[in-house]
């Protein structure tokens, strides 16, 4: 094995962040449409068209995941502090959101199963293949059991990590989609009432996409990483989502859309490394990339809490009502997550994070190789909120990249 580069501290990954308002505005397009809100059958054909595999931005999510907190995991820290971290980020706003979905379903008199709300109060509610249960109250929030599985395995696997052979990770890489393909005929092997739940929700066939962005980042981490530029990683990203929305069937969409979503974010990384511009670290798409994990957790409650209220539940609103709803729903669930954003996610982060001096300790341990070649003019701007300080916040966007067989 080659000896060890020189280390630095890890660059900030603004463009990352940028990157997952874009697949939380699919991820909210895509359920837009599924729940009819555009009646009118012209409209709703193209937006039926353009989210159509916009739930499996939650692939996006789980490899960003693996990539962010690889490339900024402190080398030394105890699993403690980083697990106290990790759940400063995301438990506050599911405790939140948790109370605010069983308000409203008291509200409308729905049944909630007492068992179901345990497990999703304290994310396990993924690990249990039952109807009612991993999509239960805030039911979104399955995802954030599977990233809680994610968090508990990466301390034991960093140091190995770091010790794996280039080959190993470069494996990795090759296998991981593969194994995504093979769940489809794989689940033959499952009872068919829990297919759904192995493919779909299971943290272990679902940590395939973390584990990919775990290896991408350790090969960046080593200046081994070889792909295209953020431009042609782009290029074959829409290439591929157009050609699997109109062409190919639905069991090749995940194993497809998770290298393409890799390409993108490796790229996107390596040019936040370099210096180099890119059109996802303006002020503007790093603040949104930021409220994407509350955007997230209140985006299905506030469309179907409002409908239900209005009557237009199941229904749809005809003509351009609906693309105006739609819009209308948008804007609200922003102003909602930002709300929250601000006043819970910050400072329970502040209040509940690893004290100052155990992150001072921390940090002045982590380091990750220096970039190979010079940065172009002032370097990657580390911008308030970038990717390599808050792992990304996959946290979950409920997927359906692997959609059901009609």
Request: glycine letters at 8%; aromatic letters at 12%.
């Amino acid at each position: 094995m080659t000896s060890a580069p020189t280390v630095t501290r890890a660059p900030r990954l603004p463009s990352l962040t940028g990157l997952r308002w874009v697949a939380a505005l699919l991820v909210f397009g895509f359920h837009a449409g599924t729940m009819g809100i555009v009646a009118e059958p012209h409209l709703k054909a193209v937006v039926d068209k353009a989210f159509s595999l916009g739930l499996s931005g939650v692939e996006f999510f789980f490899i960003l995941s693996g990539f962010v907190l690889v490339w900024s995991y402190r080398d030394g820290e105890r699993a403690w502090t980083f697990l106290r971290r990790r759940l400063a980020k995301i438990y506050p706003n599911h405790v939140v959101t948790f109370v605010a979905a069983l308000a409203v379903a008291a509200w409308f008199a729905d049944p909630v199963l007492p068992w179901a709300a345990i497990g999703n109060f304290f994310l396990v509610q993924a690990w249990i293949p039952l109807n009612g249960y991993f999509y239960s109250v805030n039911n979104v929030s399955w995802s954030l059991s599977c990233e809680l599985a994610f968090y508990l395995c990466l301390p034991l696997v960093v140091p190995r990590l770091r010790r794996a052979r280039t080959g190993v990770l470069r494996a990795v890489l090759v296998a991981a989609p593969l194994l995504i393909l093979a769940l489809w005929p794989g689940q033959e092997l499952v009872p068919e009432e829990q297919r759904w739940w192995f493919t779909q929700i299971f943290p272990v066939t679902r940590s395939l996409e973390f584990w990919m962005g775990v290896a991408a980042a350790e090969l960046m981490r080593r200046h081994r990483w070889r792909g295209p530029n953020l431009a042609v990683a782009t290029g074959l990203f829409v290439t591929t989502w157009v050609v699997a929305a109109l062409w190919i069937p639905a069991e090749f969409w995940a194993a497809l859309l998770a290298v393409a979503y890799l390409l993108v974010i490796a790229a996107a990384a390596d040019a936040d490394v370099r210096g180099r511009p890119t059109p996802w670290r303006s002020r503007p798409m790093i603040w949104l990339g930021e409220v994407s994990f509350a955007f997230y957790l209140v985006h299905v409650l506030v469309m179907v809490t409002v409908l239900r209220l209005t009557g237009d539940w199941g229904t749809g609103l005809p003509g351009w009502r609906g693309p105006l709803a739609v819009l209308g729903f948008l804007l609200l669930t922003l102003a909602l997550a930002a709300a929250l954003h601000r006043w819970v996610e910050l400072p329970m982060m502040r209040l509940l994070g690893p004290s100052r001096r155990a992150r001072a300790a921390a940090a002045a341990a982590s380091s990750v190789p220096a970039p190979r070649v010079p940065a172009e003019g002032a370097g990657a701007p580390a911008a308030d909120g970038g990717a390599a300080s808050d792992g990304g916040a996959a946290e979950g966007i409920e997927y359906a990249g692997r959609r059901r067989p009609d």
